[in-house]
């Protein structure tokens, strides 16, 4: 199978380096290649007879949209090993937070938007298509019954320990992860009064209050904010607070001035803040995963070299029609 990953995760490159890339990847709409980028992560899945050619050309691509070197963050994988990866990635396994769900949706999009726009190599269809079948089968029988923290339930457990002055809470963006963690404090008993700032209408989010996205500049006025916009740049700049808050920024890029951490009465966290909170220790169920997670890939794999006649066979075997 002539498939190859090239990419940075939250264990490879610091945010600043996730960030830069994740910008660079919004150009690259039309290029053949599949682009993943989350929060976690930017990777390029791509195919063809010249993995290693094919490598060289996206690297120059992303080098002549970045001013900051990236090369020595990157990781690839080729054939079998960048099959395994994606299924990992695609069940929960390979995440800052082991068994997230929000990762095979985001894997779904990006195959998806992808085979809307090209035609692709048959190679990466059975990539995705299967790298998913298998990451759902891991998450129903391993992850589901040992599923660690989210960040739904970091998010709260850091509003607990903090204790503001009061549970006003400001979510900025519309976003899937905001309307999980808005459910997840709710839950919790931690919502006393929420308001969502979006550019769209939140019908899916029945009685909440509302301020329009111009309006924004609001965000001083409550005492918990939590930010996951897609948005070009910052959502909230550093000017100087009044009160105490705590501030949640759940992009990437990231929605929230970096240099309002300075600032005393301020508790600004990210992305990889939280996910330092929630790092599972290895359990033995998520170590049996990994286990029947390569053997599922091997079979699939194997099956597809034999399909397509890759590699050569006994005299028995004929792949003749």
């Not at 910008?23 to 990777?43: D, F, H, Y």
């Not at 085979?115 to 992850?143: A, C, E, N, P, V």
């Not at 009685?207 to 996951?228: A, L, M, Q, T």
């Amino acid at each position: 199978m002539q498939v190859g990953v090239v990419g940075v995760n939250f264990k490879t490159a610091p945010l600043i380096i996730r960030e830069a890339l994740s910008k660079a990847s919004e150009a690259s709409q039309g290029e053949p290649w599949i682009v993943l980028s989350t929060c976690n992560r930017m990777e390029v899945y791509f195919s063809g007879d010249d993995l290693a050619a094919i490598q060289m050309d996206i690297l120059s691509f992303f080098r002549t949209l970045i001013d900051v070197e990236f090369e020595h963050y990157l990781y690839s994988y080729f054939g079998i090993d960048a099959f395994e990866h994606l299924a990992k990635v695609a069940s929960g396994l390979d995440s800052a937070l082991v068994g997230e769900s929000e990762i095979q949706r985001q894997v779904k999009i990006a195959y998806a938007r992808t085979h809307k726009l090209l035609k692709l190599d048959k190679s990466l269809h059975f990539l995705f298509q299967k790298s998913l079948h298998i990451g759902k089968q891991m998450r129903t029988r391993f992850i589901a019954p040992h599923k660690q923290n989210d960040f739904g339930s970091i998010v709260g457990t850091l509003i607990r320990v903090l204790r503001p002055r009061d549970n006003s809470i400001l979510f900025i963006g519309n976003s899937m992860i905001n309307r999980h963690i808005h459910n997840s404090l709710k839950f919790m008993g931690i919502v006393q009064r929420a308001t969502f700032c979006s550019r769209t209408t939140c019908e899916n989010i029945p009685r909440i209050e509302r301020i329009n996205w111009d309006h924004r500049h609001k965000w001083s006025e409550f005492s918990i904010v939590i930010c996951g916009a897609k948005h070009d740049g910052y959502v909230i700049d550093a000017r100087k607070s009044e009160k105490r808050q705590i501030i949640f920024d759940l992009g990437l890029p990231r929605n929230v001035d970096p240099a309002l951490a300075h600032q005393s009465n301020v508790s600004l966290y990210n992305i990889d803040d939280l996910a330092a909170f929630g790092s599972p220790s290895k359990e033995r169920p998520l170590t049996l995963c990994e286990e029947a997670l390569e053997q599922l890939a091997a079979r699939h794999h194997d099956n597809f070299l034999r399909k397509n006649c890759v590699y050569p066979f006994p005299q028995a075997f004929s792949c003749a029609k």
